[in-house]
Nanobody
Framework: QVQLVESGGGLVQPGGSLGLSCSAS????????MDWYRQAPGKERELVAS???????NYADSVKARFVIFRGNAKNTVYLQMNSLKPEDTAVYYC??????????????WGQGTQVTVSS
């Protein structure tokens, strides 16, 4: 069974930094891409950052130059380093993976999310 688990959320002051981690476990043949999404109450879930198996990265305009996404050495983890945090960054952050649990199959898997609150 494939499982994604996020960690690292918490309360941060404006201008502060926070690092999020997502670990994928279970039967995994390959991972094509891993993404970070976020969703604030009453708002649509939005893509924050993504990274492909080849290392290509993409960021939402609102977080460019502030957030960094990178894969772990084992390639079954993805991190999001968030710097210069703003109150509007407050949301539940979700990890998403496009992966193949076995050869010939591919699917999308989501983590449970971790709360990030930026407030003074």
């Amino acid at each position: 069974q494939v499982q994604l688990v996020e960690s690292g959320g918490g309360l941060v002051q404006p201008g502060g930094s926070l690092g999020l981690s997502c670990s994928a476990s279970g039967s995994i043949f390959s991972i094509e891409s891993m993404d970070w999404y976020r969703q604030a109450p009453g708002k649509e879930r939005e893509l924050v950052a993504s990274i492909s198996s080849g290392g290509s990265k993409n960021y939402a305009d609102s977080v460019k130059a502030r957030f960094v996404i990178f894969r772990g050495n084992a390639k079954n983890t993805v991190y999001l380093q968030m710097n210069s945090l703003k109150p509007e960054d407050t949301a539940v952050y979700y990890c998403k993976a496009l992966l193949s649990p076995v050869q010939g199959l591919i699917g999308v898997y989501w983590g449970q999310g971790t709360q990030v609150t930026v407030s003074s």
